[in-house]
């Protein structure tokens, strides 16, 4: 049985705190504890105000490029602009949407830069630097305080480009596999699958959303256990295809 836990007593997290010993006070004092085997996925905002990403409106001088799409969105340019910089191209622009590369290599709108959640004023927040680092760096924190294996996942939520809504997704994971490969199994019926891979960390990100939720961060984190998924060496790039191997852009 798979069971999605709410960790709660998660205090609002502002620029600069110790985003590892606040996961770990709430971890630690978690009635139901955190067992061997567990996964702890984190809202990615928590995590980016935490190690400062967030931009301040008032500081940012929109460039030509960013003038001219947000004339063309109706969008405020300072906010196209830091859009641009977290972005490595623009994959397509309209008068409603910025589709973008980011700096993680992920392509969703705005680039991943998001204005809900993220801090007093005209702020917006940034996705993470390096969210398999953070992970990693939680991970071995609480491993080393309890002598278990865990894994953690950074999330956030994403769009997809041929249906409607947001689901979760994996930002940065540690100590779980990205992908799951059922390559060289059989199915039922005996045949061989051939090229079937499951992006299991993007599916848990998923499944947590659904406790986390979007607008209210009383539950910025969860605990998914009942997988029993072996210990793994992966990274977010793992569940990004190579260029060459894209089916579009």
Not at 5 to 12: E, K, N, Q
Not at 25 to 44: F, M, Q, R, S, T
Request: net charge positive.
């Amino acid at each position: 049985m798979i069971q999605i836990i709410p960790v709660t007593g998660i205090p609002v997290v502002k620029p600069g705190d110790d985003i590892i010993q606040i996961i770990w006070d709430a971890v630690k004092n978690h009635p139901l504890k955190i067992l061997d085997g567990d996964i702890l996925v984190i809202a990615h905002k928590i995590v980016s105000r935490a190690t400062g990403r967030l931009v301040n409106l008032e500081n940012i001088k929109p460039g030509r490029r960013a003038l001219k799409i947000a004339g063309k969105m109706g969008e405020d340019p300072r906010k196209i602009q830091v859009i641009l910089d977290e972005s490595n191209r623009i994959i397509k622009s309209t008068s409603k949407h910025l589709i973008t590369e980011n700096k993680l290599g992920f392509i969703c709108a705005n680039a991943g830069v998001d204005r809900s959640n993220s801090y007093h004023g005209e702020y917006l927040i940034l996705p993470p630097v390096n969210p398999d680092k953070i992970c990693e760096e939680i991970r071995k924190f609480i491993e080393e305080k309890l002598h278990i294996q865990i894994g953690v996942i950074i999330s956030d939520t994403h769009g997809r480009a041929l249906r409607r809504g947001a689901v979760g997704v994996c930002l940065g994971l540690a100590g779980i596999p990205a992908v799951i490969s059922y390559k060289g199994r059989k199915d039922i019926f005996g045949y061989e699958l051939k090229a079937t891979e499951i992006a299991i960390a993007d599916e848990i990100a998923s499944a947590a959303e659904l406790v986390i939720g979007e607008s209210d961060e009383s539950i910025p984190a969860v605990i998914v256990r009942g997988l029993k998924l072996s210990p793994a060496l992966s990274n977010h790039m793992d569940l990004i295809y190579k260029p060459g191997e894209r089916l579009f852009y």
